[in-house]
Nanobody, 119 residues
Framework: QVQLVESGGGSVQAGGSLRLSCAAS????????MGWYRQAPGKERELVAE???????NYALSAEGRFTISRDNAWDMWSLRMLSLKPEDTAVYYC?????????????WGQGTQVTVSS
């Protein structure tokens, strides 16, 4: 079991910046990948950024060049730095962790934090 708690959402004007943080507890030594997803009203949840223990980092095209995912060495805290925010970035942002075992993979989610960007 992995528990995730997000912080750092809020309201900003277009062009502003925010930093989201995710604190993980529990079996964090089993976390293989960590990242951020978002869900805007009426839309499906989508990947924003993700990094894994194989050293791969992926960003959504909409996040490339503006967002940066980072983590600590213990793999129990990660952040999303968001710059040059646009109104279309408005969504609930979810912290995500994936645990992979021999028999299955498991996805864990935070409770979500609202990001609102006004024009």
């Amino acid at each position: 079991q992995v528990q995730l708690v997000e912080s750092g959402g809020g309201s900003v004007q277009a062009g502003g910046s925010l930093r989201l943080s995710c604190a993980a507890s529990g079996r964090t030594n089993r976390v293989y990948a960590m990242g951020w997803y978002r869900q805007a009203p009426g839309k499906e949840r989508e990947l924003v950024a993700e990094t894994d223990r194989d050293g791969r980092t992926n960003y959504a095209l909409s996040a490339e060049g503006r967002f940066t995912i980072s983590r600590d060495n213990a793999w129990d805290m990660w952040s999303l730095r968001m710059l040059s925010l646009k109104p279309e970035d408005t969504a609930v942002y979810y912290c995500h962790a994936r645990v992979i075992t021999v028999v299955a993979s498991y996805d864990y989610w935070g409770q979500g934090t609202q990001v609102t960007v006004s024009s």
